[in-house]
């Protein structure tokens, strides 16, 4: 937007953990090689160009790319735009039920351990200390429908929310509401709801 990018920028440079700081460290003694010192003197030129606004993903990035690069004006250059976008908690596309609320967003399936976490929740929902909590499990069914039988049955009595479809704004909204985020996978590939999750500063449970 305008807020970001002012008129008289041509581009953005957007930093996240950057190459430089994984490779050389912020206290590294060693001397740069020719080539890479050229490389430092590019980088240092591209950073500080007026055309160009630099956007981090965090301070402790521009600090650590300041000092590596010996360049201490890139820290009052920069901005910083955090991973993820602030709340639209006023948004509010699905309606939730009222107290806290414990989030599993994925496939009803082996895979995705939902039979463990309905066994251990039957018992947590017995305790009168969490006769305020509520367990919504957010995604298809896919190859336990013993388990999706479970979860209707004790629904009612459980607190147990059931959402089989949701769109990614009602995702987020859900994500935004949530006390706590539980991932109780038997195996994943990449954890893509854990990364969600923490962009939208969820607790979680793995």
């Not at 947590?124 to 200390?129: A, I, P, Y």
């Not at 909204?173 to 996978?185: A, G, K, Q, W």
Request: a negative charge; charged letters at 25%; glycine letters at 4%.
């Amino acid at each position: 937007g305008t807020e970001i990018l002012p008129r008289q920028f041509n581009s953005i440079c957007y930093l996240v953990t950057d190459h430089l700081i994984h490779k050389f460290g912020t206290e590294s003694k060693e001397k740069p090689t020719r080539r890479m010192a050229k490389f430092f003197e590019s980088e240092r030129y591209y950073l500080m160009s007026p055309s160009i606004k630099v956007i981090a993903d965090s301070g402790a990035i521009v600090r650590d790319l300041s000092k590596v690069l010996e360049l201490p004006k890139l820290i009052q250059k920069s901005s910083i735009l955090p991973i993820g976008w602030p709340k639209n908690s006023h948004v509010s596309p699905i309606a939730l039920p009222e107290g806290k609320i414990i989030t599993c967003i994925g496939s009803v399936s082996f895979r995705k351990g939902t039979r463990t976490l309905i066994e251990a929740w039957l018992e947590l929902s017995k305790d009168e200390d969490n006769s305020d909590c509520h367990l919504l499990i957010c995604g298809p069914t896919s190859d336990d429908h013993e388990t999706e039988n479970l979860i209707r049955q004790h629904a009612s009595n459980s607190r147990i929310e059931r959402i089989t479809k949701m769109t990614e704004e009602e995702k987020n909204y859900i994500l935004e509401n949530s006390d706590l985020v539980v991932i109780p996978s038997n195996y994943e590939s990449f954890g893509i709801v854990a990364v969600e999750a923490m962009q939208k500063g969820c607790q979680i449970i793995a």
